[in-house]
């Protein structure tokens, strides 16, 4: 087989496995699994990026993914200690709009995907996209590059700011007084939901 | 940027990955692991005798790595509470199948790497982050306490010096102007990494040391978890879990030795000895600095590692850079 | 044809994602949703780089910027899940059908 | 028999020690016996070494490690001082009725050890079922709306692991935490003690002091002789100065050497206990030396610097400070039983101090104890030291009638340790340097605050 066409196979393959992968994510009743699977999902499609000769964006997403999904399994399982799994439940909501949803906006991209006629320019095998990704990072669109990079700062500011302790007026869990979860029961800090409140939880993991 | 002149002169081109026929690539890779792996566990045993003050018969030092795999792989393997099966076998493969990656990406001599592609340095970096998702799974899976706590710690850990081994890594490929190993390489004819940027080398070995949960960075698998993520591994599974772990720490001598010792570069021995003497050296210096250095805490590595490491990697990146101006 | 296959892969991803982020109550779950479907335009914008834009550096930078924002989204969606369950005690939709105050 | 059989019979012996009652001084030499590893987890383990006399209460944990050895596995019994066993435990006689095939073998017996090991992969000799069989893990397959243990909510036990409760955890968060027991026979602490705590990640939460299962039975006597010996001794009789300062040092070092060993240096560990093994005063420059290295250890000070501080106001609810100890002194409490004791008065003694009472102090203070108890055993000659006054013991001051030092340090560990990341409560609790055979010396019913029930199934099990 030449090299073409087992790149053609591979990315059958990898295309495919990138969709299941996808599906599993909401049908597993493991918050680790769910995690893992779409990272599985990721680097499938990363590999599909590098196929296509965008060899160094296909490799910082998997790069990145495997970072991101690790630090979202952790979390996950920092909420809810047990390593094995919680009681399963049914974990969704208006599930028949969401499904109809998610045909919908299949159909109309795949319809889309297939009707349409794109110009056939493929890229050219002998280029070098890295460097060129380079080259336009830090030439011509600069400032693109440059507005990406304090975005991701600001972000940062303003993550470890929300998620932090100590917010702008003091500690986070004096005197702002959080509503209670149930409408009933009194307003202020010491009438926070019970620990064992039950919608706390518990059916991923 | 490479040119075009650059490649011509790398001798190497992704050709050399060899669709047809794999397995001379996988055989040569799959031999550089092993190699590796058993030489790690004799420097393991002979540093150990030597800072205990104990005697070491040569027999028990070539053979004993052989007679403990062959004793491990003798005792059964037993199973915990609902573990998951598949991920916990996984886990070791991944591993190994990672530290293959890195493997291949380096020319282990002249004109010799399996697949020297264009953004090795980028596929290195991705493959490391997945050794991370390894263990993490390996801790996850046996549905235990503290091979779970184990995974906990490893990533509180690699997050941290993720970020110092990227900028690394960056760093040596400046002059290079490439991200391919073999070019990298290259640029080191005549003045190696480790004398153009002092602060490269070890920044990567303890980032290095972390990856494969060895010595003071031994967060993983410690005595203090009772074995950590392989806590409840016996037989095969604890045998096919050591050796993953001593795969990706031949990974990183090797890559080391490559990105930062010049590799293949030496005066008259050939390039492929140049390049195992150099893989030994850093082997020998990460064994000893476990057998030295105590295991760290936690709380401290993580201060360390982003108040002093990710400045000192970032320092290196700009001094390097400037060089390159 | 090669082309259509990957489009229409990306649209699967993309319909998967559009499902879970609807139809999951946990916010992390919610998240992965979303990384799905920047996940599929990310497939779609290189697929169409690579087979149909003659490999112009200007494609890849958009698959860049879907990056960006997936780093965004991801680190904002944590620090929000973190502060909302540190004055709430809620990790998931429903238990914040009260948003104010 | 096959090449990898053959292979296998020639590996280092993996082994995991239980420290029975007096067992202590025997699992050194364990350690430093030639062709033998200890290992982490029973898991990695082929023979199981039982060290001294088993009580009630350790006779079922010890099972368990036994059936968790993935096999081909067999028990080694060590006795220790060849004193009967049945002066009021009779965790042996269960032990040797639970495990038809347990060898005894004299303690330290390297032979004995390998010619188990070499039969047992041979096929020479055979192997048992798991001994507790009859006893399952809590029941959770089949039980539930989905068979998998939980019910409800957030009752039962999901797949066999009970619910995680919440629990604030130190960034402000309420955070999910695993109730568990640890211990009496996990390896990085000390044999005997067991926790009762909560699991945030690797935080801990809320520790309780589970049963001494030293003393498993009320009314029963103190077992096993203890690792104290010379210094519990000399409150009665005569002993010469030197002879109980170089236990001390030996006392000293081999804690030394364990400490080590948790901290990732099992080979520096082995080397220091094999010199405490055979220390005598003419090794006093080479615990100097020691210490000196040690006190320059910058991965050693950073593993231990800060953690679990156990100051002046930590330990004075507890008298500590006013009883003395190393780990009074290195709280900068510099009280010694040596001060007024007449056989040291011609000795130039002066109380070694530390300050900050952390376990980097608290190391620091041993290892400069063991080198000035050599130093004080070159000076004293021939002296005797004759009884009367309390006698200073390596944990603290010994005197008949005053409560052992074990007994009041452990009870340092609920505040030390809450809120501790699991590395720093094993180095924590290391530090303490506890010994619970001690602890069970004058333990009565009321000198343990919290005595949770779940654990003494094992002593129920007994006739």
């Keep these: 087989m030449s090299r073409p066409e087992l790149a053609g196979v591979a990315m059958w393959i990898l295309g495919g496995s990138s969709v299941v992968a996808a599906w599993r994510v909401f049908r597993t009743d493991s918050m680790v699994r769910a995690a893992y699977w779409l990272l599985a999902s990721f680097v499938a499609v990363g590999m599909v990026m590098v196929l296509l000769q965008a060899r160094f964006l296909g490799l910082v997403l998997v790069l990145m993914m495997a970072g991101e999904m690790t630090i979202m399994a952790a979390f996950m399982v920092m909420f809810m200690m047990n390593p094995a799994g919680l009681n399963p439940m049914s974990m969704v909501h208006q599930h028949t709009t969401a499904k109809v949803a998610g045909v919908v906006a299949f159909a109309g991209l795949a319809f889309v995907g297939v009707a349409a006629d794109f110009p056939d320019r493929p890229v050219d095998a002998a280029s070098e996209p890295t460097a060129e990704l380079g080259e336009e990072l830090l030439g011509d669109s600069m400032l693109i590059f440059e507005t990406a990079g304090v975005t991701l700062l600001a972000t940062m500011i303003g993550a470890i700011a929300i998620a932090g302790k100590r917010g702008r007026f003091g500690n986070a869990q004096e005197g702002s007084a959080p509503p209670p979860v149930d409408p009933d029961a009194p307003a202020g800090p010491d009438a926070r939901p019970s620990p064992m409140h039950g919608g706390h939880g518990g059916m991923h993991h | ?325 | 044809m090669e082309l259509q296959l990957l489009l229409v892969v990306s649209a699967a991803l993309f319909g998967i994602g559009v499902y879970g982020a609807l139809s999951q109550q946990t916010f992390v779950m919610i998240m992965m949703g979303i990384e799905l479907m920047l996940n599929g335009a990310m497939l779609a914008a290189v697929a169409l780089w690579a087979m149909s834009g003659a490999g112009a550096p200007k494609g890849q930078l958009l698959t860049v910027i879907v990056m960006t924002v997936m780093a965004v989204e991801a680190a904002l969606g944590f620090a929000l899940v973190i502060g909302i369950f540190r004055t709430r005690q809620a990790d998931m939709t429903e238990m914040l059908e009260q948003l104010k105050g | 028999m096959g090449l990898l059989t053959s292979a296998a019979s020639r590996a280092e012996v993996p082994v995991f020690p239980v420290v029975g009652a007096g067992g202590r001084e025997a699992a050194e030499a364990l350690w430093l016996l030639p062709g033998v590893r200890m290992v982490d987890t029973p898991r990695a383990a082929a023979v199981l070494v039982v060290i001294g006399r088993l009580t009630r209460a350790l006779l079922q944990p010890v099972l368990l490690v036994h059936d968790q050895m993935p096999g081909p596995r067999a028990t080694l019994w060590w006795p220790v001082d060849g004193r009967p066993a049945d002066d009021g435990t009779d965790g042996d006689e269960g032990l040797l009725a639970a495990l038809p095939d347990v060898v005894t073998t004299t303690a330290g017996d390297a032979a004995g050890l390998r010619a188990v090991f070499a039969d047992l992969l041979a096929g020479r000799r055979p192997w048992g079922p798991p001994a507790l069989a009859d006893i399952e893990s809590p029941r959770w397959r089949g039980v539930g709306p989905y068979g998998h243990g939980g019910e409800g909510m957030m009752g039962g036990v999901p797949y066999g692991r009970p619910f995680a409760e919440m629990a604030q955890d130190p960034d402000g968060l309420m955070l999910d935490q695993l109730p568990l027991q640890i211990g009496p026979l996990f390896p990085a602490l000390p044999p005997g003690l067991v926790l009762h705590l909560g699991l945030q990640g690797d935080v801990i939460r809320g520790v309780t002091l589970g049963d001494n299962p030293y003393r498993s039975w009320p009314g029963d006597p103190p077992v096993g002789p203890l690792d104290s010996v010379p210094f519990l001794d000399a409150r009665t009789s005569p002993t010469t100065v030197a002879a109980l300062e170089v236990a001390r040092a030996r006392h000293h070092l081999r804690w030394l050497a364990r400490t080590l060993r948790l901290h990732g240096l099992d080979a520096r560990g082995r080397r220091i206990a094999a010199l405490a093994g055979g220390l005598s005063a003419t090794d006093r420059p080479a615990v100097e030396a020691l210490a000196r290295r040690l006190g320059r250890d910058r991965g050693l000070a950073g593993a231990t610097a800060g953690v679990g501080v156990a100051d002046q106001a930590t330990l004075e609810p507890l008298g500590i400070e006013l009883a003395g100890g190393p780990v009074a002194r290195a709280a900068g409490v510099a009280i010694d039983a040596r001060t007024d004791d007449p056989a040291y008065a011609g000795l130039d003694f002066e109380p070694v101090v530390h300050h900050g009472g952390d376990a980097r102090a608290r190391l620091r203070q041993r290892v400069a104890e063991a080198a000035q108890a050599l130093a004080l055993a070159e000076r004293a000659g021939d002296a005797v030291r004759s009884p009367g006054p309390p006698v200073e013991g390596p944990r603290g001051p010994l005197a008949p009638g005053r409560t052992m030092p074990s007994s009041s340090l452990i009870h340092l560990l609920p505040t030390l340790l809450d809120g501790q990341e699991w590395g720093d409560a094993v180095t924590t609790v290391a530090s303490l340097d506890l010994d619970l055979e001690e602890a069970a010396v004058d333990q009565s019913a009321t000198a343990w605050p919290q005595t949770p029930t779940g654990t003494s199934t094992a002593s129920t099990r007994t006739p």
């Design chain 2, 1 to 325: 940027m490479a040119t075009d002149a650059d490649r011509d002169v790398d001798g190497i081109d992704e050709d050399a990955v060899s669709w047809s026929d794999p397995l001379p690539a996988v055989l040569l890779v799959g031999a550089v692991l092993v190699a590796g792996a058993y030489a790690t566990s004799v420097l393991d045993t002979a540093a150990a005798h030597l800072v205990a003050g104990r005697r070491l018969r040569l027999g028990e030092l070539v053979l004993g790595p052989w007679r403990e795999a062959a004793l491990l792989a003798h005792m059964r393997r037993s199973t915990t509470e609902r573990p998951d099966v598949q991920t916990w076998a996984l886990a070791p493969a991944l591993l190994a199948g990672m530290a293959a990656v890195a493997v291949a990406t380096v020319p282990l001599a002249p004109g010799v790497a399996v697949a020297d592609v264009a953004d090795g340095i980028v596929l290195f970096g991705a493959a490391m982050a997945l050794v991370m998702v390894g263990v993490y799974l390996h801790g996850w899976s046996s549905n235990s306490v503290f091979p779970l706590v184990g995974g906990y710690r490893f990533v509180a850990l690699a997050l941290s010096y993720e970020m110092p081994l990227a900028l690394v890594l960056i760093a040596a490929a400046l002059p290079a102007e490439s991200l391919s190993v073999g070019a990298i390489v290259e640029s080191q004819q005549g003045l190696w990494n480790v004398v153009r940027q002092p602060l490269g080398l070890p920044l990567f070995l303890v980032a290095g040391m972390g990856l494969a949960s060895w010595g003071p960075l031994g967060m993983s698998d410690g005595t203090d978890l009772a074995g950590g993520t392989s806590a409840e591994s016996s037989g095969g599974a604890r045998l096919v879990w050591a050796l993953a772990r001593r795969f990706v720490l031949v990974a990183v001598a090797v890559t080391g030795a490559a990105v930062f010792l010049g590799g293949w570069h030496g005066p008259v021995l050939a390039g492929g000895l140049w390049m195992a003497l150099k893989t030994l050296v850093l082997l020998a210096v990460l064994v000893g600095v476990g057998h030295r250095v105590a295991r760290i805490r936690l709380e401290r590595f993580v201060v360390v590692a982003w108040a002093v490491l990710i400045p000192l990697a970032l320092i290196d990146v700009f001094v390097s850079g400037a060089l390159v101006l």
